[in-house]
C-alpha cells in the first residue's frame, strides 16, 4: 500500500466518523424525546423535540468539525506544496 493511499484511508474514516457522529446524535434525542414524550403522554411532541434537538445539535458539530477537517487539508496541501517547491 502506497502512503498516499494511507492518507486518503485516514481521511475517509475520519470523515465517515462525523457522519456517523450526526446520525447517533438525531437517533439519541429522537430516542430521548420519546422517552420523555411517553413518560409524559405526548410522544409525538417528544420525538419531534427530540430529532429537532439531534439535528441542530449533530448539525452544528458536523459543521464545526468539517471546517476544521477543511483546515487540517488546506494546511497539509499547503505543507506538500512548500516541500515540493524545496525539491525542485
Given amino acids: 500500500m502506497m502512503p498516499e493511499d494511507s492518507g486518503k ?3 475517509l474514516y475520519r470523515l465517515s466518523g ?3 457522529e450526526f446520525g447517533s446524535a438525531v437517533i439519541g434525542f429522537t430516542l430521548v424525546g420519546y422517552w420523555i414524550g411517553s413518560h ?3 410522544e ?4 419531534l423535540i427530540g430529532a429537532g ?3 441542530v445539535g449533530g448539525g452544528y458539530n458536523l459543521i ?10 488546506a494546511n497539509e ?3 506538500q506544496g512548500d516541500r515540493h ?3 525542485s
Fill in 9 to 11: 484511508r485516514s481521511n
Fill in 77 to 79: 496541501q499547503k505543507a
Fill in 40 to 42: 409524559y403522554a405526548h
Fill in 18 to 20: 462525523i457522519g456517523f
Fill in 53 to 55: 434537538l439531534g439535528i
Fill in 64 to 73: 464545526r468539525q468539517a471546517l476544521t477537517e477543511t483546515k487540517r487539508a
Fill in 85 to 87: 517547491d524545496r525539491e
Fill in 44 to 47: 409525538q411532541a417528544g420525538v
